[in-house]
């Protein structure tokens, strides 16, 4: 974003205060910039600084990519965020993540931060993104962490059997990313990764833009998945098993889930508790249409 410079201005929108930060030339119209934010039609990311958080959208008020405590950058914020780190309760001992989807870069982050013998790929659709990656502080490039900016789905397909954890979290202005909405991804997904790999994937947005992608994980994984509502956020987490023999031992998650919120101050109680509940094999009411 060449001859662009950080640019403030009071946000426009009533059920968002605060301060707009806009990635923009220096003599850019700041009308226009309001006219076109509030119109949802800005081209780019734009952050929204309320005094304790910093929001990440992409180019619309509805798009929501990623909140940042600006008094603890490395945290997740309370909601789906902590539930897609609930493969460490299946694959503690990881060594090799994928994230399709970086946006603000919270997973990353906290991954990076808890996570010393993990390594990670970030593959990023949006280059803009990249843009705030100082804002939201996140970790330099190295051995432990890279971001490959390209298609998630192109990554998936050439990287079978090396993965342990692919976690997706890829949305595009109609809801969820539509080239991982295939039966193609899917399956290419469940070739990537290692004989106990698990997939985790935030179902965000309107239903029928991961119906295809629901529908095809438990064809591919053959119902080996947990799928859990997540009430703060109205979505769902769906973790998908690559091993056939996997079986979820309730007693034993509990304790884990409490290991975890002692050890890096994950809470995934109420995600067990919300699992044990839906069931093994099976999804929400919510999500049967799919």
């Known amino acids: 974003m060449a001859g662009a410079s950080v640019l403030t201005l009071a946000s426009p929108f009533e059920i968002a205060p605060g301060t707009v930060l806009l990635h923009a030339p220096v003599d850019a119209d700041v009308e226009t910039l309001r006219r076109r934010l509030l119109a949802g039609d800005y081209p780019d990311p734009f952050v929204i600084d309320d005094g304790e ?4 959208y992409l180019g619309s008020i509805d798009l929501m990519q990623t ?3 600006k008094a603890e950058p490395a945290a997740l914020v309370p909601g789906y965020g902590p539930c897609m780190m609930a493969w460490l309760l299946f694959a503690p001992a990881a060594r090799e993540l994928a994230l399709i989807g970086l946006g603000g870069g919270a997973l990353a982050k906290f991954c990076h931060r808890h996570l010393p013998r993990t390594r990670m790929t970030a593959v990023e659709t949006e280059p803009a993104m990249l843009a705030w990656r100082a804002l939201f502080e996140l970790p330099a490039e190295g051995d432990r962490f890279r971001v490959h900016i390209g298609d998630g ?3 998936t397909a050439a990287h079978a059997g090396g993965i342990d954890v692919l976690m997706i979290d ?4 109609r809801g969820f990313a539509p080239q991982l909405a295939r039966h193609g991804f899917v399956a290419d997904a469940h070739a990537a990764l290692a004989r106990s790999g698990v997939l985790v994937a935030n179902l965000a947005g309107p239903p029928v833009a991961y119906a295809d992608f629901v529908a095809a994980v438990r064809e591919v994984f053959d119902d ?9 956020d109205g979505n769902h987490v769906l973790i998908a098993f690559k091993d056939p023999a996997m079986r979820p031992v309730w007693h034993r998650l509990h304790r884990q889930a409490a290991a975890l919120a002692e050890r890096h101050g994950l ?7 919300q699992a044990e509940r839906v069931g093994w094999r099976r999804v929400p009411a919510s999500l049967r249409g799919c």
Do not use: C, N, Y
Request: glycine share 0%; proline share 7%.
């Open 170 to 173: 890829a949305f595009d202005t």
């Open 153 to 155: 789905a192109a990554f």
């Open 224 to 232: 080996q998945l947990l799928a859990v509502p997540v009430p703060e």
């Open 53 to 56: 958080h910093l929001t990440l």
């Open 267 to 273: 809470d995934l109680s109420a995600f067990v508790r």
């Open 67 to 69: 909140v940042m405590s």
